[in-house]
């Protein structure tokens, strides 16, 4: 249930070589709180309130091992270049679960979606305490707010998109995304983005269809057709969409292509443009900086590109050696996190770099570092 079939395959072997070594490690395993906050009694420690609030922060959700539910969640402050881990059990005696997939702000509150759970816990961002969970879903993706009242969430398996009120957490409905086409899956939905009323969502798991809903409706109304497994949709300010696709892997009896990037013209539904990478290549999701227009990708390094650029960019804007395996853009300084799972079973590791691409920081998260969230200080919220 990870991001890229590949990568699921890789994990699912590595857990297996691993089993018994994973059990011993995590019952050993250093969080690495700060030590003054080794509690982590966030709501009564008024000092450690004041440090959270009044810096700039960053979730970073960590997806842990399918069905070891080891999934955590950390908090980095920016300023002081601290590290909290486990903050959501710490805070709340409760484990976060299986495969904690996305997590986004809204407001006050963070949304995390925990996908072989089957559900999406709800946080207060200054205390991380609990406020609430969602459940009732199969396999959730990740969650898209219409309004205050409504909220999509999209699902790998249920051949559908979750309709929730995200303020009571109740289930009101559900859009049919069942095309009765794919011998494999029947439109699994990963990412979405919204232009005027209509919600855009890729369609990956053996797919390649970015599936167009009317949020009056709540209903599919049209889809487009891009390349094979397209993992990932960002909208940018001058509203066009764009996509990666991965292309599949030799073997795959879905798909073994050339993975691209396409930019799609969100008013017209119509690709503008595709830009392809090399046979073999395994591009990752596609992000974009606070004003939306640079993309920035990891294909074994990571790469920057202008909204405008007429080509991929030929050389890298971050050398990694290839041991990245997520990414995420402060759109507040438009500094470059980046995740490196490791062996996907021990402490994953974050590399902070500045929007110049000069080294910051390096710190020790949770098992599989997988997606981020950003936190701005109390005075910009």
Same mark, same amino acid.
């Given at each position: ?339 490196? &799972? *490791? +062996?996907?079973?021990?402490? #994953? !590791? /974050?590399?902070?770099?500045? @929007?110049?691409?000069? &080294? *910051? +920081?390096?710190?020790?998260? #949770? !098992? /599989?570092?997988?997606?981020? @969230?950003?936190?701005? &200080?109390?005075?910009?919220?």
């Amino acid at each position: 249930m990870q991001l890229n079939y590949h990568r699921k395959h890789i994990r699912q072997l590595t857990y297996i070589v691993f089993l018994f070594v994973s059990v011993a490690f995590t019952a050993c395993m250093d969080d690495e709180l700060l030590s003054e906050y080794n509690d982590l009694d966030v709501e009564e420690d008024t000092n450690l309130v004041s440090i959270i609030q009044k810096q700039p922060g960053i979730f970073i959700l960590n997806e842990g091992n399918f069905m070891y539910e080891n999934s955590s969640l950390s908090y980095y402050l920016a300023d002081s270049m601290k590290v909290l881990n486990s903050i959501f059990f710490r805070t709340n005696d409760v484990p976060l679960g299986d495969v904690a997939h996305s997590i986004t702000i809204r407001d006050s509150l963070a949304y995390i979606v925990v996908n072989n759970s089957a559900k999406v816990y709800v946080i207060n961002i200054n205390n991380f305490k609990y406020r609430g969970k969602i459940t009732g879903l199969t396999s959730p993706r990740y969650i898209h707010f219409i309004n205050d009242s409504k909220a999509y969430i999209s699902d790998l398996y249920a051949k559908a998109i979750t309709i929730v009120n995200p303020l009571s957490f109740e289930i009101t409905g559900n859009i049919d995304v069942n095309n009765h086409e794919s011998e494999y899956y029947q439109h699994p939905t990963e990412q979405m983005v919204q232009h005027e009323n209509y919600v855009f969502t890729n369609c990956w798991s053996y797919d390649n269809k970015i599936l167009v809903i009317d949020t009056r409706l709540d209903e599919v109304v049209d889809s487009i057709e891009v390349l094979k497994q397209p993992t990932s949709l960002v909208l940018d300010k001058n509203d066009k969409i764009w996509t990666i696709t991965d292309g599949g892997f030799a073997g795959n009896p879905y798909a073994n292509e050339r993975p691209g990037l396409i930019k799609i013209d969100a008013a017209s539904r119509k690709i503008e443009r595709t830009f392809y990478f090399e046979k073999g290549d395994r591009p990752l999701e596609v992000v974009l900086n606070g004003t939306k227009d640079t993309l920035y990708f990891v294909n074994k390094d990571v790469y920057r590109m202008s909204i405008n650029d007429p080509e991929l960019p030929s050389k890298a804007f971050i050398e990694t050696n290839g041991v990245i395996s997520s990414i995420g853009v402060d759109p507040y300084n438009s500094d470059i996190y980046l995740g490196d &799972a *490791i +062996d996907n079973v021990q402490q #994953g !590791i /974050i590399y902070r770099y500045s @929007a110049k691409s000069a &080294a *910051i +920081d390096t710190f020790k998260t #949770g !098992i /599989i570092p997988g997606h981020f @969230a950003f936190r701005p &200080a109390l005075e910009l919220q």
